[in-house]
């Protein structure tokens, strides 16, 4: 996870360095999560590998290093985590570490039905009525069509 400027401050200088000890010597490249994250992991152990497609989500995994505490300043081994994306973000949004294990959330959408007769909508956006309570925002005019005015 990028560190945000505000806090860039509370690292220490050699942070990169420590960042890939953790992610690449005690890790080798793979997601250190067991569970801090809130999600189950089958197997007990976070699948993801860096640079390789992260089961779950279907995105190339960057490996990152979580502050388990959430205090940039406490770089202790025992304190940080090698985790991918997915285990980083839940684990910064799960308070606590005891909190019950969940499963991924399931998709948004089922993938359509191929056999539904229903027409294909098409992708022609002036096709499409506007949406009620928000007016299609006027055409630009080019700064030759303003001077015919």
């Not at 640079?51 to 304190?79: F, I, K, M, W, Y």
């Not at 991918?84 to 948004?108: G, I, N, V, Y």
């Not at 002036?126 to 949406?131: E, F, L, N």
């Amino acid at each position: 996870m990028p560190i945000r400027p505000e806090n860039l401050h509370r690292y220490p200088r050699d942070w990169n360095e420590i960042s890939a000890r953790i992610r690449f010597e005690r890790a080798g490249g793979r997601c250190e999560c067991t569970g801090h994250c809130g999600l189950a992991h089958p197997g007990g152990r976070c699948p993801a590998v860096h640079e390789q497609v992260h089961p779950d989500t279907g995105s190339v995994v960057g490996l990152t290093t979580a502050h388990l505490n959430h205090t940039p300043e406490d770089v202790r081994d025992e304190n940080l985590l090698a985790a991918c994306q997915l285990c980083h973000t839940c684990a910064s949004t799960t308070a606590t570490t005891e909190s019950p294990a969940r499963s991924p959330s399931p998709p948004a959408r089922p993938p359509p039905d191929k056999s539904a007769s229903s027409p294909t909508p098409t992708s022609n956006a002036s096709s499409r009525p506007p949406r009620p309570g928000r007016p299609r925002p006027a055409r630009q005019l080019s700064f030759t069509e303003q001077e015919a005015f």
